[in-house]
């Protein structure tokens, strides 16, 4: 069965500072991993994904992620946060070499941004 | 593109009254979805359909039917609400062709069931 962990409830971190989001996960196939952020009172919007290729992924915003396979994570980062970054963020996981298993959520980082 | 729309954006429920929490796309996806989200749960996958007629349980299906007549619309039904279904539901949809395709989600359904 797949799984995601986000180890952390709460993230805090200065404007202008370098922020991770940590993000764990088990599935049994090839995993392919997706970024989403919330902003308050609205739906969850994509941000980048790691099919396969570069362990780096860039996405949207300026975020990038790190796929580590030997430790299985993939740890959004971003070398400057803004206020405005402040959000829900979830990890997801799907089985890629299994088309009828859906995305796994984790539960949810909420990142503050302090100025 | 509208994208993915969700109707009503509010709504209180009496125990025991049924309701449909309408989602639509207009993006041709054939994937469509049904979530809800709990604090620090995350989102749980209620009910999915890959296709128009074609629909499947997800994580968790009790107390919720969905129907997919057509592509764009993926209703969801509480058959007869409780208490515990008060939460924010997400419809979602994707392409299906490939299996690494993200998702768009709709902007959520606030449910309480008093």
């Known amino acids: 069965a797949q799984s995601v962990a986000q180890p952390e409830d709460q993230v805090n971190v200065a404007e202008g500072n370098p922020l991770t989001v940590k993000c764990t996960y088990s599935?049994?196939?090839?995993?392919?991993l997706f970024w989403y952020v919330q902003y308050p009172n609205r739906g969850l919007q994509f941000l980048l994904k790691?099919?396969?290729?570069?362990?780096l992924v860039k996405g949207s915003y300026g975020f990038e992620a790190e796929f580590n396979k030997s430790q299985t994570s993939f740890h959004l980062k971003k070398p400057s946060a803004l206020v405005s970054d402040s959000a829900l963020y979830f990890c997801?996981?799907?089985?890629?070499?299994?088309?009828?298993?859906?995305?796994?959520f984790g539960p949810g980082t909420r990142l503050s941004v302090l100025p | 593109n509208a994208g993915v729309t969700q109707t009503p954006k509010f709504q209180v429920l009496k125990t025991g009254q049924s309701m449909t929490l309408q989602c639509a796309q207009d993006?041709?996806?054939?994937?469509m979805s049904w979530y809800r989200q709990d604090p620090g749960m995350g989102l749980r996958l209620i009910h999915y359909s890959v296709g128009a007629g074609i629909t499947d349980q997800g994580e968790v299906p009790n107390g919720y039917n969905v129907s997919r007549s057509t592509t764009e619309d993926f209703p969801l039904r509480l058959l007869s609400a409780a208490p515990s279904q008060t939460s924010v539901y997400f419809c979602?949809?994707?392409?299906?062709?490939?299996?690494?395709?993200?998702?768009?989600f709709g902007p959520g359904t606030r449910l309480t069931v008093l």
């Open positions: 790691y099919i396969t290729g570069d362990n």
């Open positions: 993006m041709n996806h054939e994937y």
């Open positions: 599935v049994s196939g090839n995993p392919y």
């Open positions: 979602a949809s994707s392409y299906s062709g490939t299996i690494n395709n993200e998702q768009f």
């Open positions: 997801a996981v799907r089985d890629g070499d299994n088309y009828g298993q859906n995305f796994v």
